[in-house]
């Protein structure tokens, strides 16, 4: 500053002094630069294989694709724990589903920031629609509101019914749409109803149409295309079963007991399975998730209607997949491509359209990679990582492979190219080769050809269970 007082004129020293004001002023008249709205698309029990632009050339899903057309799709996302609970709080802690919550009615864990806190701390509403599983409720869990609220304890509500097929209804019983503040609304219908997506859109779209000032977080849960399996409206006649081709990997019967037999989800088809059981569930199923796509299209419509559709990243994926006649089973409690498998879309501002990546990912990479898209520091709890740089084609992978689990019946690692999983209530191994084998038909763990890389891959196996704690690494160690 002396020096400055010795060089310089006074009028010149005035303009110097006023300086950082006016640099402030100028500052706050600049425009801020809005983070983008996030838009996050949940569904339940859909195979990643139901998408028509992504392969499956039967069902029509004319939204679904526009989203991978527009967008970049992860075709090796996986659900490590292929239920429900855990799966949507994987999502919601970016968290493994080994803590607490990998319970079928876990309670959370203290510690972890969840994703809608998160997002809430750095400006956003943060807005919640449909399926709802956990303890607690949606507004003492991160979010602002919810409409649409579908949860459990309507039971005293609730009239038995049989499915599309005649079976007894054993799914969503006594679920019921209620308020935030616990008031249920049992006009609206008792389990599931062949119209539900509809009401779920409406609740996504009314909350689109509030145009608010700040940004949003909107968290959409379908549960199509969770069985009870029920023909939508106008949907009738969609799918003829007789054309509609079996699963390759089709099978009457599982080979052995994976560790859910006779688990409610297989109990949804006879035994064995046949042909015709398998197709029927395939027609409805399909139509479910028709009948769906056709309401996301109205959830992406009111976006470009509003528009807020350029600033708005939206995200489709769903909590695990389904066998629904592969390997001969009919449930989500197994590690195979068609089950732990997830579709996994991004559209949004800055994301490369018509794109697909193959780096193996997880559900708990959401939160972190979308942190990283909208400036927002990443919770030091979060273990998922982000994929932005994948993204941004900037890197081709975050990791060697990823690690699966399913009660203390199953567990599993597969890297880009092998998956082995171990079944140990059996002491049972499998290996497939999913360049050569994507339908998982040739298990080749007894091979002496492969000994020393199933001794490899178990090794590895064994190292991640014992990294986290896997109450089943000091069984088998002691084996």
Known sequence: MKRILQTTCLPCLAALLLLPIASARA??????????????????????????????????????????????SFTQAIAPCPICTPSRAEIMTGCRGMHPADKIRGKWKPDPVLWADTMR?????????????HDGRPINRGYDESQGLFAGGGRKYWVDTVDHHGRKVTGYVGWIFQTDDGKLLPERGVGLTPNISKHFADAAIGFINRKPEKPFFLHVNFTAPHDPLLMPPGYQGKYNPELIPLPINFRPEHPFDHGNSKGRDELLLPFPRTPKDVREDLAVYYAVISHMDEHVGR?????????????????????????????????????????????????GPGIPKRQRRD??????????????????KIPKTVEGLSLAPVLEGKAKSVRACVFGHYANAQRMIRTDRWKLIHYPRIKKYQLFDLSADPHELDNLADDPRHRSLVEKLRGKLEAWQKSIGDPLAKREKGR
């Open 299 to 347: 959830i992406l419509s009111a976006l470009e209607g509003t528009g807020q559709a350029d600033n708005t990243i939206v995200i489709f994926t769903s909590d695990h997949g389904l066998a629904i006649g592969s390997h001969g089973l009919r449930g989500k409690q197994n590690m195979y491509e068609h089950t732990v498998g997830v579709p996994l879309i991004f559209r």
């Open 359 to 376: 780096a193996q990912c997880y559900l708990r990479d959401l939160y972190p990679t979308v942190c990283d898209m909208v400036d927002i």
């Open 121 to 133: 701390g750095a400006g956003y509403l943060s807005w919640y629609v449909g399926k709802w599983m």
């Open 27 to 72: 500052a706050d008249q600049r425009p801020v630069r809005r983070r983008s709205n996030v838009l996050l698309i949940v569904t339940d029990d859909q195979r990643p294989d139901t998408i028509r632009a992504l392969g499956n050339k039967v069902i029509s899903t004319p939204n679904l694709d526009s989203l991978v057309r527009d967008g970049t």
